[in-house]
């Protein structure tokens, strides 16, 4: 199975502040790297798919950069609706498998 | 606009069999594979498996054994069953469709299931 490390496991931010969170897979997956953001009681929903493609219908101040083994997602300045877990996914193979999240939190 | 809506038992004993369903709107299932995915509570994500509109199936190995995911056409539903379920398999199971790339969206609204003894 492809590993998936995210990191950091949390983090406490203020509105505004540039946020990034970075992926690390255990082996080269390209770019089958894709995020997706939890709020409470939510389902998952997509952000970045093929690791720097933006959704449809999200904020462009959402983006995501890197290949091969190291990915970073990066919120430019954050919004209060921002404060969430957010998690990686890697598409390469089977298992489908996804990081541990990280929790963005409110300083 | 694709949608999905799951429904089946949030309250199970230890040894049942998990069932649940996903009817999908908007879209025939042939367009796309469709995943269930599973989050126990305050934890992260894992994938159960997936299939298509064929009944082709992939699942996780760690699960392979007490899965199954079938899909009804006639019906435009996905369904999973897991099997001898324990309390490790308490979780809030997601529908999603899995698009060609391999990430998931939209995903249902999830069901709690709990496992008790």
């Known amino acids: 199975d492809i590993q998936m490390t995210q990191s950091p496991s949390s983090l406490s931010a203020s509105v505004g502040d540039r946020v990034t969170i970075t992926c690390r897979a255990s082996q080269s997956i390209s770019t089958y790297l894709n995020w997706y953001q939890q709020t409470p009681g939510k389902a998952p929903k997509l952000l970045i798919y093929?690791?720097?493609s933006l959704q449809s219908g999200v904020s462009s101040r959402f983006s995501g950069t890197g290949s091969g083994t190291d990915f970073t997602l990066t919120i430019s300045s954050l919004q209060p609706e921002d404060f969430a877990a957010y998690y990686c996914q890697q598409s390469y193979g089977t298992p489908l498998t996804f990081g541990g999240g990280t929790k963005v939190e409110i300083k | 606009q694709v949608k999905l809506q799951q429904w089946g038992a949030g309250l199970l004993k230890t040894s049942e069999t998990l069932s649940l369903n996903c009817a999908v709107y908007?879209?025939?299932?042939?367009?796309?594979?469709w995943s269930w995915i599973r989050q126990p509570p305050g934890k992260g994500l894992e994938w159960i498996g997936e299939t298509n509109h064929g009944g082709s199936t992939n699942y996780s190995p760690s699960l392979k054994s007490r899965v199954t995911i079938s899909v009804d056409p006639s019906k435009n539903q996905v369904s999973l069953n897991l099997s001898s379920v324990t309390a490790a398999d308490t979780a809030v199971y997601y529908c999603?469709?899995?698009?060609?790339?391999?990430?998931?969206?939209?995903w249902g609204q999830g069901i709690l299931v709990t496992v008790s003894s």
């Open positions: 093929a690791a720097s």
């Open positions: 999603a469709s899995g698009r060609p790339g391999g990430w998931f969206d939209p």
């Open positions: 908007g879209v025939s299932l042939s367009a796309y594979h």
